[in-house]
């Protein structure tokens, strides 16, 4: 079992949409959660961390569910820039300081 | 932006010859990181270092090796270039339990 899967897409969605990922990890110990977008060619830039209690920044909101050992990120009224890869990032547990990558989902958002 | 550059940019390279990247950040950064991205792959650790001189393997060490003698360097060096290593290169930096940011990419080519 990979250590963070992703569901590689692609997501085809209108803008305007609300669209959903998610993202599981196997390591419970894991401390520190986040999601990267990644434009092609480009380098990962950082999109939020992720907290326990849920976050949001604008239209993005991430969630942690502890107990089933997933992340979520919902983004709401989807516009064309969003368009890119998405990509979760699990770190820490076990006395690690090593981010583990998982290998991104693929969101095209249409006119 | 996080401080962190990548020289060269872009690189082409005959089989068999010698490939030195450089990885700089201007913020004191702790962790340092080297990744390869290939389509298909995701995001593949290569190497890291936890401090001045101290370096461990990634996930795909073979035919890599790095060195750090200064907090804010972080060399890649491939002994002998292979087809098989074109690729993008990624460097990131980080805290313990922070985000990574990341450096622009190398694009490599080898011939």
């Known amino acids: 079992r990979k250590e963070v899967e992703q569901d590689p897409g692609p997501f085809n969605v209108p803008e305007g949409a609300t669209v959903a990922f998610n993202c599981t990890y196997s390591?419970?110990?894991?401390?520190?959660f986040f999601w990267y977008r990644q434009d092609c060619r480009k380098e990962p830039k950082l999109l939020m961390s992720?907290?326990?209690s849920g976050n949001e920044d604008g239209r993005f909101t991430a969630q942690l569910n502890r107990a089933s050992q997933y992340i979520s990120l919902l983004i709401r009224d989807s516009k064309l820039s969003d368009s890119a890869t998405y990509l979760c990032?699990?770190?820490?547990?076990?006395?690690?300081?090593?981010?583990?990558f998982g290998r991104g989902t693929s969101l095209i958002v249409h006119p | 932006d996080a401080g962190i550059t990548q020289s060269p940019r872009h690189k082409v390279t005959e089989t068999g010859t010698p490939v030195t990247l450089r990885c700089h950040q201007t913020?004191?950064?702790?962790?340092m990181y080297w990744y390869r991205q290939d389509p298909g792959h995701g995001l593949r650790l290569i190497h890291y270092?936890?401090?001045?001189?101290?370096?461990d393997k990634g996930e795909v060490s073979d035919g890599y090796s790095v060195s750090r003698s200064k907090t804010e360097d972080f060399l890649l060096t491939l002994e002998s270039a292979t087809s098989s290593q074109t690729s993008v290169y990624f460097c990131?930096?980080?805290?313990?339990?922070?985000?990574?940011?990341f450096g622009p990419g190398t694009r490599l080519t080898v011939l």
């Open positions: 990131a930096i980080s805290g313990d339990y922070n985000e990574q940011f």
């Open positions: 270092s936890y401090g001045v001189k101290d370096t």
């Open positions: 990032v699990v770190k820490g547990g076990g006395g690690s300081y090593i981010p583990t």
């Open positions: 913020e004191n950064h702790r962790y």
């Open positions: 992720v907290y326990s």
């Open positions: 390591n419970s110990a894991s401390q520190s």
